[in-house]
């Protein structure tokens, strides 16, 4: 969906809940003109407080005022977020996950403050309700402490950026890219397009790889083996040279190859390059690899053997009684 479409859906979306309550409005005052005895109790039954903590009344029309004041600095906080990204971040030389860091820390410190203020504002003492904050804190500490605990990762997060957007991550052998990072949950796409949503506590608890930490260098190993009869300088230089040749192989760090040891039935070898255009498809870049490989032993006589066993037979002494003679 292009921006102009979301765009015009949510003028949509305002102008219907404009015109919804602008029509419960007149409504509603039409039926208390028309019966006076139902627009008393409505009245008394809006102002009517039904507890009182400090010097705050908890009535239907505060309770009422503060989620609509919520909702809006909720809207007010992503207008002004997206603000500062199309007409400042975006026009810095900060990677995508600085731009990311800071956008989500500007969005929970305007809500945060605008909050404040807003309760502020309303008349509500703040220190009048400490008391019942802090027992409502207790409450949601135990009813909600994952969430609360998913919450706080993601701060730490945002700040400290052990990961951040656009890395190349390995957590609880799950590999994929970051999307986006959220309040509850990281999101990453893996190598098959698929988003998958895992909590933050999981990348300050757990262990995890940060494959593009440092740079989008990736290093790729690809084990073959050959047969006992090749020379192995020969195929060292056959290996090196198809690494040379193929684009997405970096000459920096340069590529080399290993010999890992006498395997059963191969010389065993190890070809490692390094890519930073097939970060997300290793894959594909080493299906490539063996395609060529295979190609270029082919053509210089390399044999690549099948898996073999050698059996020794010993001779077997005539006084050994054959079964069913």
Do not use: C
């Amino acid at each position: 969906m292009s921006s102009t479409s979301r765009r015009f859906r949510w003028i949509g979306l305002a102008l219907f809940a404009a015109a919804a309550i602008a029509s419960a409005w007149f409504t509603l005052r039409w039926a208390t003109a028309a019966f006076p005895v139902l627009g008393e109790f409505l009245r008394t039954t809006w102002h009517r407080p039904y507890s009182i903590i400090g010097t705050f009344e908890l009535s239907p029309r505060s309770l009422t005022t503060m989620a609509v004041y919520v909702v809006l600095l909720w809207l007010g906080a992503r207008i002004a977020t997206r603000m500062l990204r199309t007409n400042l971040l975006d026009k810095t030389v900060l990677d995508e996950g600085h731009k990311f860091a800071f956008q989500g820390i500007f969005k929970y410190f305007v809500f945060g403050f605008g909050l404040l203020v807003g309760l502020h504002v309303l008349g509500i003492d703040l220190s009048s309700i400490a008391l019942f904050t802090g027992a409502l804190g207790i409450g949601l500490g135990l009813g909600f402490q994952t969430i609360v605990k998913n919450f706080a990762s993601g701060l730490i997060l945002l700040i400290e950026r052990p990961v951040k957007v656009g890395d190349r991550v390995e957590v609880d052998n799950l590999l994929g890219d970051i999307t986006h990072i959220g309040s509850r949950g990281t999101w990453i796409r893996t190598n098959e397009n698929v988003m998958i949503i895992v909590p933050n506590s999981e990348f300050i608890d757990g262990r995890v790889t940060n494959w593009t930490a440092n740079d989008r260098n990736v290093r790729i190993n690809v084990p073959l083996g050959v047969s006992y009869g090749s020379d192995p300088e020969h195929v060292r230089s056959v290996l090196a040279q198809v690494a040379q040749e193929h684009p997405d192989v970096l000459n920096e760090p340069p590529s080399d190859v290993i010999f890992k040891g006498f395997g059963d039935s191969s010389l065993d070898f190890e070809l490692r390059v390094w890519t930073a255009r097939q970060v997300t498809t290793p894959k594909i870049i080493a299906s490539d690899l063996y395609f060529k490989i295979f190609a270029a032993f082919k053509q210089e006589g390399i044999e690549i053997p099948f898996p073999q066993r050698d059996l020794h037979l010993r001779s077997v002494a005539n006084s050994i009684p054959q079964f069913g003679a």
